[in-house]
C-alpha cells in the first residue's frame, strides 16, 4: 500500500459519520417507541420504558464516544509526516498498517489494502510511541518492526 493519508483520514471521517448516524436514528427510534407506548407509565427496570430508556441511554452514550472521535480525527494535520510514530502517524510494521488517530478498528482501503486507525489509549500504540523506521516494538509477546512512517 502506499499510505494515502488523505483517503485514509476521509475513510476514518465517513466511519465515525456512519457511527453517529447509525446511533442518532436508533436515538429516534426510542424516543417514537416510548412517545407511542401510552400503556406504560411506570418506569421500572423490567417494563418496556425501563427498557427503552436504558437503550437510549446507551446509545447517548455511544453517540457521545463517537462524536468525541470525531472531533479528535478533526486535529489531523493529513499533511503532516513525522519521524518518529505519534498522533496522525500511519505506522507500517512487517505485519499490518496502523493509522495513529480513533479508535476505529479496521478500515478498508479503496485499493483493498487493510489499516487499523487504533487510539492513542491503545495498548499496541503505547509500544511503539516514539519508534523510528528500523526500530521494533514488542507486543502481546511478539516483535513488530516498524517499515515505514507516513
Known sequence: M???????????????NRQIEKYENEMEQIRESM???DAHTDYDEDDTKGQLLGDF????????????????????????????????????????YYFISAALGKIVM???????????????????????????FKFNDKEHKIIGLH
Open 35 to 37: 412517545e407511542n407506548n
Open 2 to 16: 502506499v499510505a494515502n493519508k488523505e483517503e485514509l483520514y476521509y475513510k476514518c471521517l465517513d466511519t465515525v
Open 110 to 136: 479503496d485499493e483493498g489494502s487493510t489499516v487499523y486507525a487504533i487510539s492513542t489509549d491503545a495498548p499496541i500504540y503505547q509500544e511503539m510511541k516514539g519508534k523510528k523506521v528500523g526500530e521494533t
Open 57 to 96: 441511554e446507551k446509545y447517548a452514550e455511544y453517540l457521545d464516544n463517537s462524536r468525541k472521535m470525531k472531533e479528535k480525527l478533526s486535529r489531523i494535520d493529513k499533511t503532516h509526516y513525522t519521524e518518529q510514530v505519534d498522533f496522525g502517524s500511519i505506522v507500517e510494521t512487517n505485519e499490518n
